[in-house]
Structures are given as C-alpha cells and as structure tokens.
C-alpha cells in the first residue's frame, strides 16, 4: 500500500468514525429526547392516578357536598336546585306531548305520542337545530336566553304548544328513564358537559321551606359538574386548561370527566412533550397550539385504534395535528396518553354516582333486601366512548362490591332526555284534555 492509499484509508477510516460518533450522538439525541418524554407521560399518570381509596374520598365528599347543598342556598359547589318536578312519569301516561331539548350541541323540539302502559311510545318526531358553538362554552344566563329566544321561534313554527315542558336534560333523562323503570332513581350525562339529577325524599331537603308534595319526592339537578374537592387528582395541565377557559374556578369536576374537555387535556400533555422533549422532532407542530383543535370524538377513535399498526391514530395525527411521520412507537404513546385520560374521568364519574347512591343510601344492602335501584345514563361521550363506559360501570362495580352490585345497575337511556320531557308534559297535564292525532 503506498503512501497516498494509506493517507486515504486513514481519511476513510477518520470519516467512519466521525459519522458512526454522529449516529452515536443522534441516538444519544433520541434516546434523552424519549426519555425526557417518557418522564412527562408517567408524571401525568401519577398525578391523574384514582386508587380506589381516593375515589372513596371523592364519593364521600360529593355526599357531603350534596349534604351541604341541600342544606342552604349558596352552601355548596353543587347547586343542587330543586326542580319542582315531584311526578315523574308512572308509564300510564296518554296523548299528544311537546318538548323542547336544549343540548350542549343542538336543540330539539319534539313531538311524542304516547298509548298508556301496553302501547307506551306511539309516534315519535323531532327537529333539530344547532347551537352555535360560542353559546357552547357560556353561562347559564346565556342558556336561558337562548331557551327564550328558541321558544319565541317555536311559537312562530306554530306548534300547538299548549301542553309542553321546558326541562334541562338530566331531569328529561330521569324521567324517561323512570318512563321505562320505574327503579330509575338518578340520571346521569355524559356528553359535551356532565351533570346528574337524583330523586330525593322531599323531608329531606332543609332549604326547601315550600309544601310538600303528595308524592313525598322531589327531582334534584345537582349541576354536579361544578363540584370540585381537594381530593380531585389536577395536574398542571388542567389547571391552564381551566385558567383559559371562560368560566376560571368553575365547573372543574366537567372539565376533568367531559367530552368538551377530554381532547383538550390529551393536547396539552402532547404539547408539552412536543415542546420539552422535541416528542415530534425538532419543530413543535403548531396545530399543537391551538386550543380544543383535537376533539373527544377524534381521542375516542385513536384510543379505540385496533390496526397492528395504529393505523387511525396516525392519521388523525396527520389530518388534525398535521404531524406526519409518526412511528408505531409513537403512536402507542399517543394511545397511553388517552387511556390516562379517559380511565380518569371515567373512574371519577363511577366515584361522583357512588357519592348520590350513599347519599340515598343504596350503597349498601340488608339481608333479603331486594330493591333494585337503576342509574339512567345518556350523552354522547357514555354512547360511543365504549373505553370509557366500560372503564366506568367496573369502577362502580368495584366502589359497589360484587354483592351490592347485583343490586344496582346503569342503564342507557337512549333520548331519555327529549321524551322524558314530553313525559313530564305528559304527567303535569293529567287533566287537560289532549287531542288525538
Ligand atoms: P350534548 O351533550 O351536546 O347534548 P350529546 O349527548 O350527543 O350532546 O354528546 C355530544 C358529545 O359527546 C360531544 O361533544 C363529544 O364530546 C362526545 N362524543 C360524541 N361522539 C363521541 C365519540 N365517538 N367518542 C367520544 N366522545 C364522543
Ligand atoms: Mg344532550
């Protein structure tokens, strides 16, 4: 080998070493970058962790709460409103009823004829329209004056509107269960927003200094989505999610468990991995940055990905986030990332039913005891997030125990909300004569 040939192997030589250092490096690179991202996932799971003995915590302070709301206007997060409906639909009801649906996402004016106990529901119409999305995120006065509007342009539709009922959607979903069951006890939704309404015995309800009623009951709307306690596990994501948010210090029990807010905390967390730990490469996708830009439903399809090569989650990375490239690696990440969140609101929604069955005193049984007591479930993140129902009918199972669990079940009341308050039309009006169609 002569000079010149050896000089080159040694440049050769050189320039492998120097590009196996700088593969080396990358690796070094990457592998502290996964880490540093792998650290930000398993802090968040820690800190969104529900142990079972925190969520006993959590059912016994909505109890309390509950106690507390019940006890004085103003005496607690939960409102706790009294809805004045003491009677809920026995299933004998007959004749042509109304209702109208305010939703998070639509509104819904409905027709419903109803044939007594054999024929129960007849005929059932409905028109829908939608809710504009910035009335989505607003206040409760802003609900109402809408409510006013859209039944303004009802009584211009020209509907026979003699006999209606204007309700809010849990105590629709209650009495529609109820319609169906008459063990229905409380109604629960899980869908844009959260919120339960529970029947209490009227006796029990010291703010309430009105008559009682013959019924001896009285329908609860808890608005539980404002309840909040020191023993909710927040992390420093939800915290920013709801410091930005249009209602600061409210409604923090529906924005760690609802649909509005599932994508929007999944996001975050992503984000942040994006931004501290480059988890997408060197550039921060900028779709990153753009508040509720990754929606429940769009979580819920990644989440449910069964493709050997998560298939659903790349692309909805790629379409929404407009991140390409990802590796399966990543992607099951991404999966992790939504098993956290959702089992979290999931479990907590089981602690918060836990709490209105121990209020009522259902958590536990007595010997031979054979009362049955069905929770009536509805809203779009219950239907089509199975991950997260499944997640929450066990943890309530296991709040329950394997022998008052056989006592107690969940039922969907599908569109329980919009009969249920043609239903409660129906039963206020046991005495106006009602035409036939
Ligand atoms: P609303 O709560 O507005 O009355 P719904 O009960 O139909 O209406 O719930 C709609 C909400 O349900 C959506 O805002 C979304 O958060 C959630 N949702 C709808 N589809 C899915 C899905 N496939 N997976 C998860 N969540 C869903
Ligand atoms: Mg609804």
Redesign the pocket.
Known sequence: MGKVAVGAAVVCAAAVCAAAALVVRHRMKCSGRWARAMAILREFEDKCGTPIGKLRQVADAMTVEMHAGLASEGGSKLKMLISYVDNLPTGDEQGLFYALDL????FRVIRVQLGGKEKRVVKQEFDEVSIPPNLMTGTSEVEQDVVGELTKSVEKIGLDMRVTALVN?TIGTLAGGRYHNQDVIAAV?L???TNAAYVERAHAIPKWHGLLPKSGEMVINMEWGNFRSSHLPLTEYDQALDAESLNPGDQIFEKII???Y?GDIVRRVLRKMAEEASFFGDVVPPKLKVPFIL???D???MHHDTSPDLRVVGSKLKDILEISNTSLKMRKVVVALCDIVATRGARLSAAGIMGVLKKLGRDTVKEGEKQKSVVAL????Y???TE?RTSMESTLKELLGDEVAEHISVEHSNDGSGIGAALLAASHSQYLEVEES
């Open positions: 939703g998070g996402t639509n959607d939704i869908g844009t927003g609802s649909g509005m599932l929606r429940t439903p979580m819920s399809a509805d809203g779009g993140l239907e089509h997030y997260f």
